[in-house]
């Protein structure tokens, strides 16, 4: 069954293609950019484009700045404090990579 306003659509289509709204496109003629993930294509473009990462990206970034953290801490209790965290985040990096794939 088609859309009930397929024929009102398709009236503003060949409307706007007669007054030349599709001429002169940026890339025209060009074939489409590749994709790797058709089936998501979508919903990659907007979180690329609002900034949204996997959640072991974001994970990654916080284990790099416990690493950070690591380095600049002289107190061996406050080094293990942050080793146990480290180790913990790692853990949650490899489960987030898995349910990534």
Not at 57 to 68: G, H, I, N
């Amino acid at each position: 069954m088609d859309h009930p306003l397929i024929d009102l659509i398709t009236a503003r289509i060949r409307a706007a293609e007669a007054e030349g709204a599709f001429d002169n496109l940026p890339g025209a003629g060009k074939p489409l950019p590749p994709c790797d993930d058709p089936e998501n294509a979508l919903i990659n473009r907007l979180m690329k484009e609002n900034g949204a990462a996997p959640e072991f990206v974001s994970l990654s970034r916080e284990l790099a700045r416990l690493r950070e953290e690591l380095r600049a801490e002289d107190d061996r209790t406050k080094r293990r404090e942050i080793m146990k965290e480290m180790s913990m985040m790692e853990a949650r990096i490899d489960i987030a990579r898995k349910a990534a794939r």
